[in-house]
């Protein structure tokens, strides 16, 4: 978050591959964003570990060229995504740089460019009158962003309560246009806009409480809807050995599943096979809608050939633009292709910083950071009584398919579906793969969803269970 | 799993060397994994299945597995369980109580009353 002061200046003092260490003049702060400046373009760097007045930091961009000495200016901000109507149908990279303004065949160095479109013009209406005291993430008007209702909401920044001190009345406004004025307890008056900022490693938390889920989410693949079924706002992971379909079985999950909003993280795959998803996406008809999936759709793609430092930060900004929208009060689905790539990216950065490996050299702290990652989706009660959620499903690639490796031991901890994708059976062509006695959903095990199961007409009806371990 | 068992007991022992029971779990299994678990992504109807048509399916299944079937030798079963394996499959293709799906279904209950 930006902080006011001085800037604080550095000069690089070594380099390692993407890991630049800085000799710097002042404070710096953890995750803080740098610029290093390099001829006439500048480099994104995050700061990942501060010690004394030498700070090391990672490069999201190729650091050849750099030399010993060059200035680095940092920003005093964390790395943060703009937040406003106009993400849905975008291909973004990690760092929500829009990929489709970029030029050329290959991305270059340092080419960076807006997350939204500042020129378009939206459809505004208020949802709240002058003299409403509201708090960050309230709802203070809407657009209609292609077929989605886009809530403008106070900046998840703002703490404490604030009053509704003038308001731009309907009309076609830009996203840089105020659509309101607020006023503080002391009386300050702050612009509100459509869009805002919001750091990517820090959860949006601007709801009022996060039960356990309980609602089923239908996906429309037998496999899991009969046998091991997920929750609105549930987490489930994918592992597969290369080529069980893993990627085939997200894509059904994303054209089908019941989903307002669906963003795919495309992370550290190859990159044909995310070319194959910007080709494919924006033909698929949507079947809730009858219009185009890619309406609804976000994808943020950071492949195997691009920056590694920001392959770790995609994940995150994905987690984040999701957030965004269950603040809405719509259904998020979140599919990342894959989380052991990320994992990969962390061990990289971990193994440059020489620091005590854990098993297979991955972080000590891995199974923390997957454990906090994942425990950011979920089934929420917004402020204003909606509801909103994340529906998190990440794949694994497990190396040589042992799913006794860390990435898959430390995430089977926390996500409480699990979908075995079977070599067996993908080899006989039984797809999909999925393993039925590997496999379990332990929301089965909620007495919530069981009740819920038994409430709604949608209730999937086991007769009888022919897998012992579910009960019902 | 009790038709993967059946099916590692199968292979060990041979056809003729294991009780006509093992090859109604080896294929009442079957039935399970080529009706339910196997879905055609590819497939326009196929690939997404209503949570009232998957009730339906498995007390369908459901059903069929817990018929006692009456077979003389074992050869006679798996010519019988394709059958209706392909009977289910044509269902899962046809759109949701259509013409052609309630056609499939009642071929399903004369096959299955064949034996019963």
């Known amino acids: 978050m930006k902080k006011e002061g001085k800037t604080t200046h550095g000069k690089i003092a070594g380099i390692i591959a993407n890991l630049v260490t800085v000799e710097v003049d002042g404070p710096v702060s953890q995750n803080e964003i740098c ?53 849905l149908s975008r291909n973004y990279d990690g760092l929500q740089h829009d990929l489709d303004r970029m030029e050329g065949v290959f991305l270059k160095r340092g080419d ?16 709240v009158n002058i003299g ?40 076609q406004y830009n996203v840089n246009e105020v659509i309101a004025i607020l006023t503080d307890s002391k009386n300050n008056e702050v612009n509100v806009t459509m869009t805002q900022t919001w750091p990517v490693k820090i959860p949006i938390k601007t709801y009022k409480n996060k039960p356990r889920p309980f609602k089923l989410l239908e996906t429309g693949v037998r496999t899991i809807d009969t046998l091991n079924p997920i929750v ?57 809608t009858g219009r185009k ?33 269950r ?49 950011r989706a979920g089934y929420v009660f917004l402020n204003n009584g909606h509801t909103g959620s994340i529906t998190f499903i990440g794949t694994v690639s497990p190396a040589g398919g042992n799913l006794k490796e860390p990435v898959t031991e430390s995430t089977k901890k926390v996500a ?26 332990k929301y089965l095990e909620y007495p919530e969803l069981q009740e819920y199961l038994r409430k709604t007409s949608a209730k999937i009806g086991l007769k009888k269970c022919f897998l012992p371990k579910i009960t019902c | 799993m009790r038709g993967k068992e059946a099916s590692e007991q199968i292979n060990i022992l041979g056809d003729d060397g294991v009780p006509i029971n093992y090859h109604l779990s080896f294929w009442r299994g079957e039935v399970i994994d080529f009706v339910i678990l196997q879905q055609d992504a590819f497939d326009d109807i196929d690939k997404q299945t209503s949570l009232e048509r998957q009730k339906f399916l498995l007390e369908k299944v459901l059903e069929i597995c817990e018929t006692d079937f009456n077979f003389e030798s074992f050869d006679e079963v798996n010519p019988y369980f394709k059958r209706i394996i392909n009977n289910l499959k044509q269902m899962n293709y046809s759109e949701y109580k259509s013409e052609k799906f309630n056609q499939y279904l009642s071929e399903l209950t004369t096959i299955t009353d064949e034996r019963k």
């Open chain 1, 35 to 87: 610029y290093i400046k390099l001829a006439d373009i500048d480099l994104m760097a995050e700061v990942i570990k501060v010690f004394e007045t030498k700070v090391f930091v990672q490069v999201f961009e190729s650091t050849r060229g750099l030399k010993i000495g060059q200035a680095v200016e940092f920003t005093n901000a964390m790395l943060e995504v703009t937040l406003g109507p106009g993400i």
């Open chain 1, 327 to 375: 603040s809405m009060g719509l259904k998020v689905l979140l599919l990342a292709d894959s989380t052991s790539r990320w994992a990969q990216a962390l061990r990289e950065m971990s193994n440059r910083m020489e620091e005590l490996p854990g098993q297979d050299a991955f972080p000590m702290d891995l199974p923390a950071i997957i454990s906090n990652f994942y425990s």
């Open chain 1, 416 to 441: 409480r579906c699990f979908y075995a994708l079977s070599q067996q059976r993908a080899d006989s062509k039984r797809y999909p793969a999925v393993d039925p006695i590997d496999s379990y959903s």
């Open chain 1, 112 to 127: 960076y460019t807006q997350a939204l479109d500042f020129e378009k013009l939206w459809d505004y209406t208020p949802l």
């Open chain 1, 132 to 171: 409403d005291v509201v708090i960050a993430g309230d709802w203070l008007g809407e657009v209609i962003e292609n077929v989605m209702p886009h809530k403008i909401m106070v900046p998840f920044k703002f703490e404490g309560k604030y009053t509704v001190k003038k308001l731009t009345p309907a009309g």
């Open chain 1, 293 to 325: 999936l890619m309406e609804r759709t976000t994808i943020i793609a950071n492949t195997s050939n691009m920056p590694v430092a920001a392959r770790e930060a995609s994940v995150y900004t994905a987690m984040t633009l999701g957030e965004y929208y």
């Open chain 1, 232 to 288: 609105e706002g549930g987490t489930g992971f994918i592992p597969g050995p290369f080529g069980s379909g893993k990627t085939v079985l997200q894509h059904a999950l994303s054209k089908q599943a019941e989903a307002d909003i669906v963003i795919v993280a495309a992370c550290g795959e190859r990159a044909n096979e995310v070319v194959e998803i910007f080709t494919e996406f924006p033909e698929i008809d949507d079947p809730r």
